[in-house]
């Protein structure tokens, strides 16, 4: 049989066909095989799916590189084995939960299937629920482990598989590499144990909800102001996600009375039927919350995307138009707000700090500063600022965190990005804000007025494919060849390379060893503080280019100005890049 020119994939697609998958998967196989389109073959059945910074994640459908019962098998019974091994002849439980994505239940279903086969206690929820209560069950029911199915905020044609460890955070080196070489040891599916033991399976939900939002309620810093302010209006939109389940609940347990559900966005669907791409990052994907919230004057519009760990929002700016934060902007607005609120509570004594991603703006770190409160920066996937949390734990205390991509986090009870917490506090900023008698947009303004503004945007490239792999590669191997030398007139000074860990001052020519893993990543700095950052991303077949310019503000007279030339600053950095 010839299905592809790689013989790799002859043998990937031979091993499938001839194993004992069900007969509709084997048909699905031969149809691949007798089409003239080898490149659905090869897409198919070139690689094994593996753990990124979001763990298992890819298109729907049959083969090795695709998300089905037999990769989410194999996965599982990797990771129940790597599990059996590490804790030898003690009692070990898992929680796993799942989304609103098409087949996320039946994944669940069988992740707990393959955990109990393997004599492992498997604490399930009986329905949706979001990502961060998740990681709040591992450590609430001292599980060595969990699995939640979902694919994030991707397209509905993907879904996946985030593995956590026992400190709730997801797994991180070496755990990671550790369950992927199990699993690599598989020899087919004939390997995993499918037949569930239903003693070992118990169903949980109202267990949790309970504990996990009283939880949250300890976040408040401010319950003056909310009672003050509890009749906020807010429009909130969990973009047919499980968001539904928790934040209008949350909202109302701390205070706020006046919260706008987007109905046509409020039942959870894994087609996403009102929406291109569920992201709250995704103007379109708002775009009927902001509606919403522009024909009641609302004060606040939040949207969480479907495995409700991020969360977008929009207010109004200085012209009164309604306008979607980035995730830089509302990362520093509420993290401002903390700080602020934690020293005029007299909760700051020099033993406290935030922590975000490398990629994510550093005004964070200045603002941090200001207040004597340090700032721990990381590799970018939430999973290591998790790695902080548990490495200070008892040492310093976590004030809070996030980073660009929309996910926030504040205390430590979760050890993940957490929606549900971050609309609530960020209802509290914006009802702080309302009664300083200042917008959230205002308050944001002040900030650059007293740090200078900075601005940041994002450039993707989407490379699909093997193909498309090697090719993001390639650019990868072109700038560690041919660094640029200077971006809009400025100076390249220093250069980081997290793959080699090596900083090295082109000015001096001095190199010191970065502390971190090794990623693949690249960063240039120049002398003017721009900032270039080269990511091939963990969860989708992308680059990504993160650009941050930053100048002084003397006052919110010239905040459209300052900003409009910062956006010229960063398009001309991002042509001096030669992105194809």
Same mark, same amino acid.
């Given at each position: ?354 922590? !975000?991603?490398? $990629?994510?703006?550093? %005004? ?7 207040? &004597?409160?340090?700032?721990? @920066?990381? +590799? ?118 997290? !793959?080699?860990? $090596?900083?090295?001052? %082109? ?7 970065? &502390?971190?893993?090794?990623? @693949?990543? +690249? ?58």
């Amino acid at each position: 049989m010839s299905v592809a020119t790689d013989p790799a994939v002859t043998a990937k697609a031979n091993l499938w066909l001839n194993s004992n998958i069900d007969e509709e998967a084997k048909a699905e196989i031969r149809r691949m095989i007798e089409s003239e389109n080898q490149d659905e073959i090869t897409d198919a059945f070139y690689k094994d799916l593996e753990f990124g910074t979001g763990g298992l994640r890819g298109i729907m459908g049959i083969g090795s590189n695709r998300v089905n019962k037999y990769t989410i098998g194999m996965a599982t019974q990797g990771f129940a084995n790597y599990l059996n091994q590490t804790y030898p002849e003690q009692e070990i439980s898992v929680a796993v939960a799942y989304d609103s994505r098409n087949n996320s239940q039946f994944f669940g279903e069988i992740t707990a299937a393959v955990f109990s086969a393997n004599g492992i206690k498997v604490y399930l929820f009986e329905e949706l629920r979001p990502t961060p209560e998740l990681s709040y069950t591992i450590r609430r029911l001292g599980c060595k482990g969990g699995v939640v199915l979902t694919a994030s905020h991707n397209p509905k044609e993907y879904n996946g598989y985030k593995a956590y460890w026992n400190d709730g955070g997801q797994v991180t080196p070496p755990h990671d590499k550790n369950i992927v070489a199990e699993v690599k040891k598989i020899s087919g599916v004939e390997a995993v144990r499918f037949d569930a033991d239903h003693s070992k399976i118990e169903k949980i939900s109202e267990l949790i909800d309970e504990p996990y939002l009283e939880a949250i309620t300890t976040n408040v810093v401010s319950p003056e102001v909310i009672d003050k302010q509890k009749d906020l209006k807010i429009v909130f939109s969990p973009i047919h996600g499980t968001g539904i389940t928790m934040v209008p609940q949350i909202l109302d347990k701390i205070g706020f009375t006046n919260v706008h559900v987007v109905e046509a966005q409020a039942n959870p669907d894994g087609n996403f039927p009102t929406v291109v791409y569920p992201n709250p990052e995704e103007a379109e994907a708002m775009s009927l919350a902001l509606k919403m919230a522009q024909d009641m004057d609302a004060d606040l519009v939040m949207g969480t995307d479907p495995d409700s760990d991020r969360v977008g929002i929009g207010v109004k700016n200085h012209h009164g138009e309604w306008q979607l934060l980035n995730g830089n902007q509302a990362a520093t607005a509420m993290i401002f707000y903390l700080l602020k609120a934690w020293k005029e509570k007299g909760k700051l004594n020099g033993n406290q700090y935030i922590a !975000k991603t490398i $990629v994510t703006t550093d %005004l964070l770190d200045k603002m941090a500063a200001s207040f &004597d409160v340090k700032t721990f @920066n990381t +590799l970018t996937g939430f999973k290591y600022i998790a790695e902080v949390l548990k490495q200070q734990e008892g040492k310093m205390e976590f004030i809070g965190g996030g980073e660009e991509s929309y996910g926030y986090l504040v205390n430590d009870f979760v050890r993940d990005k957490d929606a549900i917490i971050s609309c609530a506090m960020l209802a509290e900023v914006v009802a702080y804000a309302k009664d300083q008698g200042q917008s959230l947009f205002d308050t944001l303004m002040d900030i650059y007025v007293e740090f200078g503004m900075f601005r940041e945007s994002l450039k993707s490239i989407k490379k699909g494919g093997k193909k498309g792999a090697e090719e993001i590669q390639q650019m990868m191997a072109e700038l560690r060849s041919n660094p640029p030398k200077e971006l809009q007139g400025s100076k390249v000074v220093k250069a980081m390379d997290y !793959k080699s860990l $090596v900083e090295k001052n %082109l000015i001096t020519g001095e190199e010191t060893t970065l &502390d971190f893993p090794s990623s @693949n990543v +690249l960063q240039f700095v120049t002398e003017d503080g721009t900032k270039v950052s080269a990511r091939p991303s963990g969860t989708e077949p992308k680059i990504k280019f993160y650009v941050s310019v930053q100048a002084p503000l003397d006052s919110r007279e010239n905040f459209d100005k300052v900003y409009a030339e910062l956006g010229d600053k960063m398009a001309g950095a991002m042509a001096d890049l030669n992105l194809n």
